[in-house]
């Protein structure tokens, strides 16, 4: 099975921690050139040194903040004029948590921003290398709300629909030039994120950290949460032209927590 990125370059969206820099990580290690994008030059660097480099590979890094749409689209034209990129991995933090009566029509409009428009500016940039070099692989990170939305996450579970819904539009557009278009869906994943979401759940429902975090393995299957390297591990996957017939679809990396198939 061919899962080798030699001679690939990926661009790495929100890789300067958790999954995006995981992810870049696992890249890095089956021979992709790897672009960290984020906003905090200093992450980046540090985390830039934390990537396997072998002979042929040649890492960076770009920074903007994916709240300013100029400074995402002005730093990815400046990459793709520069060079080709075959892999293209969404990635962004996920909106506040909440009901959604109780949300703002500007905490819809930044994460729409964040989550739609972005990545339409990205991948509008990098698909014309895509198809000069005829293997394109974008693969967007979304969560497991696109198949049974999440309670306290109506912004998210909202944008997050939209983003599944434009990613099965763009596999049907490019599909004809080797160019695939998929979801990864993580599920509880210890990260940063994830410790945010259960200290707000625990102050909203007045309960411990601890009793949060006992109440959410109970409905996990394999009774533990996930780490970053397991969902990069089926990012990599995707990326890889071991993955050349699929597209369109939408991977739980869940430890099957999602209820439904």
Not at 208 to 217: F, S
Request: glycine share 6%; net charge positive.
């Amino acid at each position: 099975m061919d899962i080798s990125l030699k001679g690939k370059t990926a661009l790495i969206c929100g890789s300067s921690d958790g999954i995006g820099l995981s992810t870049a990580q696992v890249l890095a290690r089956l021979g992709a050139s790897c672009i960290l994008f984020a906003r905090n030059e200093v992450k980046l660097k540090t985390a830039l040194t934390s990537l396997q480099i072998e002979p042929g590979q040649q890492h960076r890094y770009a920074v903007a903040d994916f709240n300013k749409l100029e400074e995402v689209e002005i730093a990815v034209d400046r990459l793709t004029e520069e060079v080709n990129i075959n892999i293209l991995v969404n990635n962004s933090g996920g909106p506040p948590p909440g009901p959604l009566l109780k949300a703002s029509s500007m905490n819809f409009r930044d994460a729409f921003n964040r989550h739609v428009l972005c990545n339409q500016l990205i991948t509008q940039a990098v698909v014309p290398g895509m198809k000069r070099t005829e293997y394109g692989r974008i693969i967007n990170i979304i969560s497991t709300s696109v198949k049974a939305p999440l309670a306290n996450l109506g912004v998210s579970n909202t944008i997050r629909a939209a983003v599944a819904s434009w990613a099965k539009t763009l596999s049907n557009e490019l599909g004809m030039f080797n160019i695939t278009v998929n979801n990864v869906l993580p599920g509880a994943t210890r990260t940063a994120r994830l410790s945010s979401l259960i200290k707000e759940s625990a102050k909203v429902e007045q309960k411990t950290a601890l009793e949060v975090e006992e109440e959410m393995l109970k409905n996990i299957p394999m009774k533990r949460f996930g780490v970053a390297e397991e969902v990069a591990h089926a990012i990599a996957f995707l990326a890889s032209p071991a993955a050349s017939y699929i597209t369109g679809i939408n991977i739980p990396v869940d430890g099957g927590r999602t209820p439904s198939l």
